[in-house]
């Protein structure tokens, strides 16, 4: 569905999907469901570096 409203393709999502696991993540998510598991562990670790 983030490839739709980018109007692009599933495999050129990636940066609206990390910029939405990070807002997941701000909101409080504590669990993100992925395809992309290293680009999501990056985002975490990105998150928990700038909230620690």
Known sequence: MIYKTLQTTPD??????????????????????????KEAVECVKLYKQLHA
């Open 12 to 37: 050129e999502a990636l940066n609206g999907t990390t910029a939405l696991n990070m807002v997941a993540l701000e909101k409080g998510a504590t669990i993100l469901r992925v395809h992309d598991v």
